[in-house]
């Protein structure tokens, strides 16, 4: 199993909204490590949802269901969706000035690279922010 971050800005696409709909496609990337990092998801990989812009927090977890297939919002066959379910939302947020603090965050792309709408997470990154939900 594989472990991701995937961010929305919560006015366009909020966890919430991926709970209401029960199962849904990430829809409109159009970078192409973010779009190869979709294409390297697996069914049962797990991704941080992270809420943008105003927020800046890990509020939830989303688990992929699907191989990549063609993003339906678009013609252009360069473009890949997975499809999400939610598995759970965080007891509180984990706010990115929180994440920048915890050394062992230090390395992680979120804090390197914050720009990615989706990339991968270590194991021990996933964990500690899981750890951090709970205090």
Same mark, same amino acid.
Request: proline share 5%; glycine share 2%; net charge negative.
């Given at each position: 199993?594989?472990?991701w971050?995937? =961010?929305s800005?919560?006015n366009?696409?909020?966890?919430?909204?991926?709970?209401?709909?029960?199962? /849904?496609?990430? /829809?409109?990337?159009?970078n192409?490590?973010?779009?190869?990092?979709?294409?390297?998801?697996k069914?049962? /990989?797990?991704?941080l949802?992270?809420?943008? $812009?105003?927020? =800046?927090a890990?509020?939830?977890?989303?688990?992929?269901?699907? *191989?990549?297939?063609?993003?339906p919002?678009?013609d252009?066959?360069r473009? $890949?969706?997975?499809d999400?379910?939610? =598995?759970?939302?965080? %007891? %509180?947020?984990?706010?990115? *000035?929180?994440? =920048?603090? *915890?050394?062992?965050?230090?390395?992680m792309?979120? $804090? &390197?690279?914050?720009?990615?709408?989706?990339q991968? $997470?270590? &194991? *021990?990154?996933?964990?500690?922010?899981?750890?951090?939900?709970?205090?």
């Amino acid at each position: 199993m594989n472990y991701w971050l995937i =961010k929305s800005e919560p006015n366009t696409y909020s966890y919430d909204d991926l709970v209401q709909k029960g199962q /849904d496609h990430w /829809d409109g990337v159009r970078n192409y490590q973010a779009r190869n990092n979709l294409k390297a998801m697996k069914p049962g /990989d797990l991704a941080l949802f992270y809420h943008s $812009v105003n927020e =800046k927090a890990v509020v939830g977890i989303a688990e992929c269901v699907s *191989e990549h297939y063609p993003d339906p919002t678009t013609d252009d066959d360069r473009w $890949v969706v997975v499809d999400f379910v939610p =598995k759970q939302k965080l %007891k %509180k947020p984990v706010f990115l *000035e929180d994440i =920048k603090r *915890e050394s062992l965050l230090s390395e992680m792309v979120l $804090v &390197k690279n914050s720009r990615l709408s989706v990339q991968p $997470v270590k &194991k *021990e990154e996933f964990d500690q922010i899981l750890k951090m939900a709970q205090e």
